[in-house]
């Protein structure tokens, strides 16, 4: 199972705009206000990750694939 131990690296990437993780990730961390395209496959997140992306402002395209698991 791949998995990301942590994704607090993605905090100093200040111009970042797209970004796509394929894996398990534990916790889904604050994303830079840069982020104007993400992609989360088989992330399997127990906690609901909208609340954390909805606060994204530049955020134009999002696509979950297997990214919450949770109810």
Same mark, same amino acid.
């Given at each position: 199972?791949?998995?990301?131990p942590?994704?607090?690296f993605?905090?100093?990437?200040?111009?970042?705009?797209?970004l796509?993780?394929k894996?398990?990730?534990?916790? *889904?961390p =604050? /994303?830079?206000n840069?982020?104007t395209?993400?992609v989360?496959?088989?992330s399997?997140?127990?906690?609901?990750?909208?609340p954390?992306l909805g606060?994204?402002?530049n955020?134009?395209? *999002?696509e =979950? /694939?297997?990214?919450?698991e949770?109810?």
């Amino acid at each position: 199972v791949n998995s990301f131990p942590s994704l607090e690296f993605i905090n100093r990437c200040e111009k970042l705009q797209k970004l796509c993780l394929k894996g398990r990730i534990k916790k *889904l961390p =604050l /994303f830079l206000n840069s982020i104007t395209m993400m992609v989360l496959r088989d992330s399997v997140l127990t906690e609901d990750p909208m609340p954390n992306l909805g606060m994204l402002p530049n955020l134009r395209n *999002l696509e =979950l /694939f297997s990214a919450y698991e949770g109810e």
